[in-house]
């Protein structure tokens, strides 16, 4: 692939993830997960989680299928969320690692969720 290729390609990834980040910050997630989605207290730690993992307990919350006895706080904010949104974000998610810090990640996991 051409230099030329790759750039637009890494500056789409960027993009994606700072459109996440966006919706992370912009909808007050970060108020119950975390600033980098490490978890507070019983509010799950999300950031780092797999991609395929986020979307699915998203979609599972918008159906009102939650784990603990605080689901009732999440649901809301899973319903609030479009497709296009639930994967922005669950995309954001996946690049932070347990560190809190943003990561690279391998195509092969980001494949299926590009669009
Ligand atoms: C008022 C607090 C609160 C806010 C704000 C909030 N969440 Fe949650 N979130 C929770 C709780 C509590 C759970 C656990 C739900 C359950 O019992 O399954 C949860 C679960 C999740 C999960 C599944 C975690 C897992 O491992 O099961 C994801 C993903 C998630 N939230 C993403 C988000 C996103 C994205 C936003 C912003 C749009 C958000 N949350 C806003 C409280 C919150």
Redesign the pocket.
């Known amino acids: 692939m051409g230099k030329l290729l790759w750039t637009l390609l890494l500056a789409s990834l960027f993009a994606l993830a700072s459109e996440g980040e966006k ?2 910050m912009g ?3 970060y ?3 975390g600033v980098k989605g490490e978890g507070i207290g ?5 950031g780092g ?1 797999p991609i395929g ?2 979307v699915k ?2 979609h ?2 918008q159906q009102g ?7 009732d ?2 649901i809301p ?2 319903k ?2 479009n497709e296009k ?1 639930i994967k922005t ?2 995309h954001y ?1 996946s690049t932070i690692d347990r560190h809190g810090q943003e990561k690279d990640v391998p195509e092969e996991i980001l494949g299926g969720f590009g669009s």
Not at 42 to 46: E, S
Not at 65 to 71: H, M
Request: hydrophobic share 40%; proline share 3%; glycine share 10%.
């Open positions: 919706i992370y909808m007050g997630c108020g119950c997960h019983d509010y799950p730690k999300i989680k993992y986020l307990k998203l599972d919350l299928i939650g784990y603990s006895s605080k689901r706080m999440m904010f899973a609030g969320l949104q974000v669950s998610l």
